[in-house]
């Protein structure tokens, strides 16, 4: 049923059929490895990250040899972490004591954990978490020392969460929704940073702006919750503040009735405004990377979040049982879109922040907020790219308080983006002359053929020049350009008056 279902869609959406057969076919890693050389723990640890996570296994899989190992482990280890948390089969004494103590964790030779609910989908990898610390002992000491403080103070910060949760506290205001986002993701973004300058694949100053990678973190994390809301209320966990959804109705669960629809869109509006507001320091961030499969790899994330924030937007099945997807064309499309350059990725975000302006609805007291919002992402892409012509980001980069190494990273950005615009253009022109060309052969060739195989079937093409000749006499004739004389076709046309 499902293929059905595919073949009936993509019948109508060529386009995306386009994309994913582009990306499947087309795509190039930056860089590749040859997974069958590793040792048996690493392995185990890249079919950990299969299982886990395909999205995100898909691009660390091409990052950087320097950093491929490390992120692996570091996704690894705080998924260990999440599973943790997130599974409710364990007691809390003994959660508390194993995020907070997880750090240390690492160091342990053959640690393994069999205490998750037999139904945690992530279960294996806490049963086989000793390739994981076997591997982490491996890598250069500075990577170890960043993933175990971050490690550290996730844990810590998920241990704190889970005491709230069991006394019924949750999440009350936006704050604490922010504070909870930013120990499950914002840490994610601190960590990958510090690890991607310690390579020397990304920009030094981007950790003297702790804003930019928490804004990155905030953002995936925020689209999550907004997405999972239905699944979330489902297992009894309730992620959205009350500050927000005590403005719409009296209790949480009331969001999900069907006569409320119109007022739990209104909510989801309001949450969706909140992570928008993260997009432009994301923009900026991504600015300060160095290398392309780094690039990669923190764009496609990113670039995933807008769109599937645009698919929840004013969507009422986001309080169904099935969660809000973008579909996968769309998804490889995005892909695509985000592994280029710069230019292209922030084209993608005003794309579809666009979309979601169109959606906006007046009525909605969120309205006005939601389209300055969507004017900001805009306004930022245009001050970096301008449609009317090149203009030196330094201006609105500055008045921003932003460091001059990062404004010089978007300045090259935009020399780069205008050199392979007129690249391109001195590449299209050049292609138009060869299409031509081929074209021009092609019917010469295709001509010739027609013309041999008439003749082998008897085709009297010294006929057909003869008159051709005499029409043109006779024209010359009759403008006066030549004497009249004798038909130069009088001894072809007699015999033909014979047989006739």
Not at 22 to 44: T, Y
Not at 326 to 353: D, H, P, V, W
Not at 437 to 447: D, K, P, Q, S, W
Request: charged content about 25%; some cysteine; proline content about 5%.
């Amino acid at each position: 049923m499902t293929f059905l279902n595919d073949l009936v869609y993509y019948t109508f959406h060529p386009s995306e059929l386009r994309s994913i057969a582009q990306w499947q076919i087309w795509h190039n890693p930056v860089h590749e490895r040859d997974f069958d050389a590793d040792p048996i723990s690493l392995k185990a640890c890249f079919n950990h990250l299969d299982n886990t996570s395909r999205s995100f296994s898909a691009v660390i899989k091409e990052l950087n040899p320097e950093l491929l190992v490390p992120v692996c482990l570091f996704y690894l280890v705080l998924r260990g972490l999440d599973t943790i948390e997130d599974d409710m089969t364990i007691a809390l004494k003994e959660k508390d004591s194993l995020l907070r103590d997880f750090h240390n964790i690492l160091d342990k030779e053959g640690w393994t954990y069999n205490g998750s609910g037999p139904n945690e989908k992530d279960r294996n990898l806490l049963v086989q978490f000793h390739y994981v610390v076997t591997e982490f002992q491996k890598i250069k000491e500075p990577y170890r020392v960043i993933i175990k403080d971050i490690c550290k103070k996730m844990g810590n910060g998920m241990a704190d969460f889970c005491h709230s949760a069991e006394i019924g506290k949750g999440v009350e205001t936006i704050e604490d929704y922010e504070l909870y986002c930013h120990y499950v993701a914002g840490l994610v973004g601190e960590g990958l940073t510090r690890l991607f300058v310690e390579s020397g694949l990304a920009n030094p100053q981007l950790l003297q702006r702790p804003d930019l990678y928490e804004s990155m973190g905030q953002l995936l994390q925020q689209t999550n919750v907004i997405r999972d809301i239905r699944e979330d209320r489902d297992d009894n966990r309730r992620f959205w503040p009350k500050e927000v959804w005590g403005k719409y109705v009296d209790n949480f669960d009331d969001l999900f009735k069907p006569e409320n629809r119109d007022t739990a869109m209104r909510c989801s509006a309001e949450m969706i405004l909140i992570a928008l507001n993260k997009v432009p320091d994301c923009l900026f961030y991504l600015a300060g990377i160095r290398d392309q499969s780094v690039f990669n790899f923190t764009s496609i994330p990113q670039s995933m979040a807008i769109a599937t924030l645009n698919a929840c937007f004013r969507n009422p099945k986001l309080f169904d049982p099935k969660p809000v997807k973008i579909t996968k064309g769309e998804a490889c499309q995005l892909m695509i879109e985000s592994s280029q350059n710069l230019q292209i990725l922030y084209n993608t975000f005003k794309e579809r922040a666009r979309k979601l302006h169109k959606k906006n609805d007046p009525m909605d007291p969120n309205f006005i907020k939601v389209s300055m919002a969507c004017g900001q992402i805009e306004q930022f892409i245009e001050s970096i790219f301008p449609t009317q012509g090149p203009r030196v980001a330094q201006t609105a980069a500055t008045t921003n308080g932003d460091t001059p190494a990062l404004v010089e990273e978007l300045t090259e950005h935009q020399k780069k983006a205008l050199e392979k615009k007129k690249q391109e253009e001195k590449e299209s022109k050049q292609d138009m002359m060869i299409m031509m060309a081929a074209v021009m052969i092609f019917m010469l060739i295709l001509a010739s053929m027609m013309m041999g195989v008439a003749y082998y079937f008897g085709a009297r093409f010294d006929i057909v020049f003869s008159e051709l000749g005499n029409g043109l006499s006779n024209l010359l004739t009759d403008y006066g350009l030549k004497s009249p004389s004798a038909s130069p076709n009088a001894n072809v046309q007699k015999p033909l008056q014979r047989e006739l």
